[in-house]
């Protein structure tokens, strides 16, 4: 059963840093990986998806990659703003069956001003 | 393209109660998912249905819950009997999948319910 853990669980940090959230899964048979963000009491936006066969992928400040064969991608956020605060999501699409993607428990990051 | 809308968007009911949500995926889209998210955790997989067809159910949908989709288009789901643990945020997504091609899975806003 594939399972997707997210460390840190929460990150506080000052405005103007470089920070890393990272996930991990147990099962390296999937189709792709994606990112999400997620703020208070609203629906999922997809930040980022890379492709199995990707090594990382690039939008704005953020850059995510895949290292599937250890299960573990990265979101790397530069420069990081107030407006990044939300929760972070990271979730896998199986290659079998439905692709029901498998979520993490999320990282919910506040930036300081 | 609208994207995937979800109504109600807020639904506070009391135990026992009945409630319907309701979600408009993506007009090309031939795959539509249902999830819960409880506080302070991830989504999880629901049910799925590729056109009408409801293909896979999890163990976390009890005999209390069903969903349809008529005509392939728009979906529900219905809690009957509503338990306090059923409070949650239900999201929905569509995808376009064939033979040779899945697309990724875009979101609705979700419907948030509260059981009194």
């Known amino acids: 059963k594939q399972e997707v853990t997210q460390i840190p669980a929460a990150l506080s940090v000052p405005e103007g840093e470089n920070l890393v959230l990272n996930c991990s899964f147990t099962d390296s048979a999937i189709y792709n990986l994606q990112w999400f963000r997620q703020d208070p009491g609203k629906g999922l936006t997809s930040l980022l998806l890379i492709q199995s066969s990707q090594r990382e992928q690039t939008s704005g400040r953020l850059n995510a990659s895949l290292d599937k064969s250890s299960g573990r991608s990265t979101l790397y956020i530069a420069a990081s703003q107030p407006g990044d605060s939300a929760t972070y999501l990271c979730?896998?699409?199986?290659?079998?069956?439905?692709?029901?993607?498998?979520f993490g428990q999320g990282t919910r990051l506040t930036i300081n001003p | 393209d609208t994207g995937v809308s979800q109504d109600p968007r807020h639904k506070i009911t009391k135990r026992g109660q009945n409630v319907t949500f309701r979600c408009d995926p993506i007009s090309e889209h031939n795959r539509l998912y249902w999830y819960r998210q409880t506080l302070g955790q991830g989504p999880e997989f629901l049910t799925y249905?590729?056109?009408?067809?409801?293909?896979?159910k999890s163990r976390l949908l009890s005999d209390r819950f069903s969903a349809e989709r008529p005509k392939g288009s728009f979906s529900t789901l219905e809690i009957q009997r509503t338990e306090q643990g059923d409070s949650a945020m239900y999201l929905c997504?569509?995808?376009?999948?064939?033979?040779?091609?899945?697309?990724?899975?875009?979101f609705g806003p979700g419907t948030r319910l509260t059981v009194l």
């Open positions: 979730a896998v699409c199986p290659i079998q069956g439905a692709q029901k993607l498998v």
């Open positions: 997504a569509s995808s376009f999948h064939s033979g040779r091609r899945t697309d990724t899975q875009y």
């Open positions: 249905f590729q056109n009408e067809a409801q293909l896979e």
